[in-house]
């Protein structure tokens, strides 16, 4: 399932570059440079591009919180650290304390 997840991730991540290089930086869309007498149709491949961006940029955060949360449930099934060390360091032989 994490697996699938991470290659969702990449894949939403990749989308999200191209859909956002396709856009003006002016607030336009593919930057092809049309003259005015096409702006409505600019204006409204503008707005497809922004709302596509917002939606792939949500899913990608969302995919991002399930794979943080998938991956935390794994590490709670293990020792912490502290405990392995605190295992390692007792089989080792003890150092006789003075009176």
Excluded at 26 to 34: D, N, P, R, Y
């Amino acid at each position: 399932m994490e697996s699938l997840l991470i290659f969702v991730n990449i894949a939403l991540a990749v989308i999200l570059v191209i859909v956002i290089l396709l856009q003006r930086s002016e607030g336009g869309a593919l930057g092809l440079g049309v003259s005015q007498d096409n702006f409505t149709s600019t204006r409204s491949v503008g707005t497809f591009l922004t709302k596509f961006t917002s939606i792939v940029a949500t899913l990608f955060i969302i995919c991002s919180i399930a794979i943080v949360a998938i991956s935390r449930d794994e590490l709670r099934e293990t020792q912490s650290v502290l405990e392995k060390e605190e295992e390692e360091n007792s089989n080792l032989p003890q150092i006789p304390q003075s009176k």
